[in-house]
């Protein structure tokens, strides 16, 4: 799978992802504000910490991160069947 390998905080909730196959672009999280932990992105300073950490995770500190392949899908707007092959319906029935 893809890792990122660069990641920025934007306006309004929203970030850049460059991935290693050469996938960028923006993701927004504005889904998430204010549900449960994606509170604490309400205070900027904090949302304009993000990071890559271990394993490729997009993360902000220890209090939140998120799946770098969930992201890819989000950038990318594919199905998780189209990036893992173990999810193909023709290989699940064959």
Not at 25 to 42: A, M, P, R, Y
């Amino acid at each position: 799978m893809n890792r990122p390998v660069e990641v920025k905080a934007l306006n309004l909730y929203k970030i850049w992802v460059r991935y290693s196959d050469g996938q960028k672009g923006t993701i927004d999280l504005n889904d998430l504000v204010g549900q449960g932990v994606f509170s604490l992105w309400e205070n900027p300073e904090f949302f304009k910490s993000v990071q890559i950490g271990q394993g490729g995770a997009i993360m902000w500190g220890d209090q939140i991160d998120l799946c770098p392949d969930a992201l890819y899908l989000r950038l990318t707007k594919k199905k998780p069947e189209e990036l893992f092959n173990n999810l193909r319906r023709d290989k699940i029935n064959a």
